[in-house]
């Protein structure tokens, strides 16, 4: 929603934005701003004399246009006397509980401060398959990890439809509750500029929603949406995830959005699978491994597999690859992975 048609960015928009985002600081609201726009920005800066392949286009305009994005939302702000600062991120970044919480207290003493955090994925260097997705699911992993009550996704339709969104009967679905199966109604269409779709979008919604945090999915382009999700949701359209009543600690927040970071695999066998997904919390005991994967060590984060190979669950293992691999089926040990350290899929 930030780009125009010719893929230059559309300062119009972004005014609108920034002019919202002062409204909800004057009104004692905590935001954090999850942009993209960075190539948007930087396309028009510059003609090149060669032809650049996808990664140079991308580093290189990804280079120009962040300090020219930064300096317009510093511009912006200024006008309300609002300070602004930038934190440019990557997926690795994520992958350890240390640099995760580096991420976190930074952006606390911001909010402490009365600093605006316009966080952004550093393009220059995020380069490979462990890029986000796109930045709704960078915007997900920010409100799990700083206990957001509420992350918004704005994009430009109203919300997720029962149908097509150009289907003239299609209806945006209101709310969606955690028993809801809404898969069929979601089309996996990604706008010219963008990298996600609203699959994207949905999946990211509903673990952040899990965790008991709500999300809104909404039209960027409508006239002061922010503001009337504010002062007047229930006419205002849009989708709501309704949040999980029983959150989850912050160390599982971190680690539900890990899979990615995972060093390495458990194979488990039918019946830790069942005990795993059954109503009581238990933990994951060696006894019921088969087999391990990768090279990780304590503290690392691993993926859980049922003997279909389908990912059931991650955490955080409580031994070395190489001391599990050991100790696989033994009895009446420490578990491989705590139920404390433990999310299911």
């Excluded at 600093?115 to 997900?140: A, H, K, R, W």
Aim: hydrophobic content about 40%.
């Amino acid at each position: 929603m930030l780009t125009r048609e010719d893929g230059k960015l559309d300062v119009t928009r972004m005014s609108a934005i920034a002019d919202q985002i002062a409204w909800l600081k004057q009104h004692d609201y905590e935001v954090i701003l999850v942009s993209s726009g960075a190539m948007a920005s930087g396309r028009g800066e510059m003609k090149v004399n060669r032809k650049l392949d996808s990664v140079e286009q991308r580093q290189l305009f990804s280079a120009l246009g962040q300090a020219k994005l930064i300096n317009l939302y510093y511009d912006l702000f200024r006008e309300y006397r609002l300070h602004v600062g930038q934190i440019l991120t990557m997926k690795e970044s994520f992958s350890t509980r240390g640099e995760y919480l580096n991420q976190r207290a930074c952006m606390t003493v911001m909010l402490e401060n009365g600093v605006i955090p316009i966080v952004n994925e550093n393009d220059t260097v995020s380069v490979t398959e462990l890029m986000f997705t796109d930045n709704d699911e960078l915007s997900g992993l920010i409100a799990s990890m700083m206990d957001a009550d509420t992350l918004v996704i704005l994009s430009n339709v109203d919300g997720i439809y029962n149908g097509s969104p150009s289907d003239p009967h299609s209806r945006v679905i209101p709310s969606v509750y955690h028993n809801r199966d809404i898969s069929d109604y979601i089309l996996d269409e990604k706008s010219d500029f963008g990298r996600g779709g609203m699959i994207t979008k949905c999946n990211i919604a509903r673990k952040v929603a899990d965790e008991g945090i709500k999300v809104i999915i909404a039209n960027g382009n409508t006239h002061n949406i922010l503001i009337d999700l504010v002062q007047h949701p229930l006419e205002t359209m849009h989708t709501e995830f309704v949040p999980n009543p029983n959150g989850v600690s912050n160390v599982k927040k971190w680690i539900a959005h890990s899979e990615s970071f995972a060093k390495g695999v458990i194979r488990i066998n039918k019946k830790a699978a069942d005990a795993l997904k059954g109503d009581k919390a238990v933990s994951l005991l060696l006894v019921g491994v088969t087999a391990i994967e990768g090279d990780f060590e304590e503290g690392d984060i691993v993926n859980i597999v049922d003997e279909n190979s389908n990912t059931i669950a991650v955490g955080r293992s409580g031994y070395s690859s190489a001391d599990a691999c050991k100790l696989i089926g033994e009895h009446d040990i420490k578990p491989l992975v705590h139920y404390d350290y433990l999310c299911l899929e």
